[in-house]
């Protein structure tokens, strides 16, 4: 008996920004388009594109304004609510937005960053800031309509730790929460030493030594000043690779000048495909302070790279790793002694770091685009199914 092929659907999908240096949200809405545009019929609809795709179809909605943010927010979502109410199967919006049956959660919500944990006076004072402020009513208000399920609405969430902050902050969207990672193209695996070499002169890196990697837009956010600050504690011959938005490298100076290692650390800029830094690197350390999943740990293990990483209250990828066996867990990723203590652990001990290397690779290889696509696209069927359609 013959199977009948899957429908082909007309999928739009919302991104303000469409661009693979802008970030691990912006690089995960792109890998499931380019996986799932064998497929289906795709549609971008952003303000900022660098990409180029066989099949994809981009809109480019208009920037009229970059200030205030949460006025640029409501614009595009009623821009793109005009442009995407009829003619389209699915609507996956990976933005603030109160229309599209499918909702992908990248960040921890302004409700839960604003509310949760306060009560009594503190409670109310922090409502007497939000009723004064037109930018936190916007976004609340936003977030309010995005997560009404009523109609059948999926909500996706990037990491199983997502799961508890939605249940505190919108508990009637606990039934329509879905996982899908973020996932990787390949397993290249460990670079050879010739690849090493032409990748750190491809990139302007000394050829001698031990590069420790850092990738990141946001640098504080992800840890950076507590790696400047345990740089100094390691072995003269290491140095530290920092991929990330330039323009975060003058808000660190203080860090960089108290630290003496301006000459140890190499400011890479915002790199198109970071995989020629992987293959440059000895290690990835990602002391972040909060992190929905991280896809930087993931790539970097495809690569072979062992890694030092916040553990999972900070860093939702973590949840899903065995310390000490796929990577190294930080308890407190601003404490640098810990994270010098970790670094000299990966550079110096042979056998644990071997043990990393195999057991990234082994992670990485069960967490493909492939077959992470085929989970995002189960859910845009099941959205088609849905009685209610959340476009007008």
Same mark, same amino acid.
């Given at each position: #008996?013959?199977?009948?092929?899957?429908?082909?659907?007309?999928?739009?999908?919302?991104?303000?920004?469409?661009?693979?240096?802008?970030?691990?949200?912006?690089?995960?809405?792109?890998? @499931?388009?380019?996986?799932?545009?064998?497929?289906? /019929?795709?549609?971008?609809?952003?303000?900022?594109?660098?990409?180029?795709?066989?099949?994809?179809?981009?809109?480019?909605?208009?920037?009229?304004?970059?200030?205030?943010?949460?006025?640029?927010?409501?614009?595009?979502?009623?821009?793109?609510?005009?442009?995407?109410?009829?003619?389209?199967?699915?609507?996956?919006?990976? /933005?603030?937005?109160?229309?599209?049956?499918?909702?992908? &959660?990248?960040? *921890?919500?302004? $409700?839960?960053?604003?509310?949760?944990?306060?009560?009594?006076?503190?409670?109310?004072?922090?409502?007497?800031?939000?009723?004064?402020?037109?930018?936190?009513?916007?976004?609340?208000?936003?977030?309010?309509?995005?997560?009404?399920?009523?109609? %059948?609405?999926?909500?996706?969430?990037?990491?199983?730790?997502? /799961?508890?902050?939605?249940?505190?902050?919108?508990?009637?969207?606990?039934?329509?929460?879905?996982?899908?990672?973020?996932?990787?193209?390949?397993?290249?695996?460990?670079?050879?030493? !010739?690849?090493?070499?032409?990748?750190?002169?491809?990139?302007?890196?000394?050829?001698?030594?031990?590069?420790?990697?850092? &990738?990141?837009? !946001?640098?504080?956010?992800?840890?950076?000043?507590?790696?400047?600050?345990?740089? =100094?504690?390691?072995? !003269?011959? *290491?140095?530290?690779? =920092? &991929? %990330?938005?330039?323009?975060?490298?003058? @808000?660190?100076?203080?860090?960089?000048?108290?630290?003496?290692?301006?000459?140890?650390?190499?400011?890479?800029?915002?790199?198109?495909? *970071?995989?020629?830094?992987?293959?440059?690197?000895?290690?990835?350390?990602?002391? $972040?302070?909060?992190? $929905?999943?991280?896809?930087?740990?993931?790539?970097? #293990?495809?690569?072979?790279?062992? &890694?030092?990483?916040?553990?999972?209250?900070?860093?939702?990828?973590?949840?899903?790793?065995?310390?000490? =066996?796929?990577?190294?867990?930080?308890?407190?990723?601003?404490?640098?002694?810990? @994270?010098? $203590?970790?670094?000299?652990?990966?550079?110096?001990?042979?056998?644990?770091?071997?043990?990393?290397? #195999?057991?990234?690779?082994?992670?990485?290889?069960?967490?493909?685009?492939? /077959?992470?696509?085929?989970?995002?696209?189960?859910?845009?069927?099941?959205?088609?199914?849905?009685?209610?359609?959340?476009?007008?």
């Amino acid at each position: #008996m013959s199977t009948a092929a899957p429908q082909r659907l007309r999928i739009a999908v919302l991104n303000r920004t469409f661009k693979p240096t802008a970030g691990g949200a912006e690089r995960y809405s792109i890998a @499931l388009v380019e996986q799932l545009a064998q497929r289906h /019929e795709i549609h971008v609809f952003a303000q900022q594109i660098d990409h180029q795709w066989p099949g994809v179809h981009y809109h480019r909605i208009p920037l009229p304004f970059t200030r205030p943010r949460w006025l640029n927010q409501l614009w595009f979502a009623l821009a793109t609510w005009w442009q995407t109410r009829r003619g389209f199967d699915v609507v996956h919006s990976h /933005e603030n937005t109160w229309h599209g049956q499918v909702q992908t &959660v990248h960040v *921890v919500p302004v $409700t839960y960053s604003l509310l949760h944990g306060l009560s009594g006076a503190s409670l109310a004072l922090r409502w007497l800031k939000i009723v004064t402020s037109p930018r936190l009513l916007a976004y609340l208000a936003l977030e309010r309509a995005r997560y009404n399920v009523a109609g %059948g609405r999926c909500i996706v969430l990037a990491s199983s730790t997502q /799961e508890s902050v939605m249940a505190a902050s919108f508990p009637q969207c606990v039934s329509a929460c879905e996982v899908v990672t973020p996932g990787v193209g390949a397993v290249p695996g460990r670079s050879t030493p !010739d690849q090493r070499l032409a990748a750190r002169s491809q990139l302007g890196l000394p050829q001698l030594g031990r590069c420790v990697l850092f &990738v990141g837009n !946001d640098f504080r956010k992800k840890g950076l000043p507590a790696l400047i600050a345990a740089l =100094v504690d390691l072995p !003269d011959d *290491v140095f530290v690779a =920092v &991929v %990330g938005n330039a323009a975060q490298k003058a @808000l660190i100076q203080q860090e960089l000048s108290a630290s003496g290692q301006r000459a140890r650390i190499f400011f890479l800029g915002a790199l198109p495909a *970071v995989d020629v830094a992987y293959q440059a690197a000895d290690c990835l350390a990602h002391p $972040t302070l909060a992190d $929905t999943f991280a896809m930087v740990v993931l790539e970097a #293990m495809a690569h072979g790279l062992p &890694v030092v990483v916040s553990s999972a209250s900070h860093c939702g990828i973590s949840a899903s790793l065995s310390a000490d =066996v796929d990577a190294l867990l930080l308890t407190d990723p601003s404490d640098s002694a810990s @994270l010098q $203590t970790a670094l000299e652990r990966v550079l110096e001990e042979g056998t644990l770091t071997q043990c990393l290397r #195999m057991q990234g690779l082994r992670f990485a290889r069960q967490h493909l685009w492939s /077959e992470i696509a085929l989970q995002q696209e189960a859910i845009y069927y099941k959205a088609t199914a849905n009685s209610v359609f959340f476009g007008g």
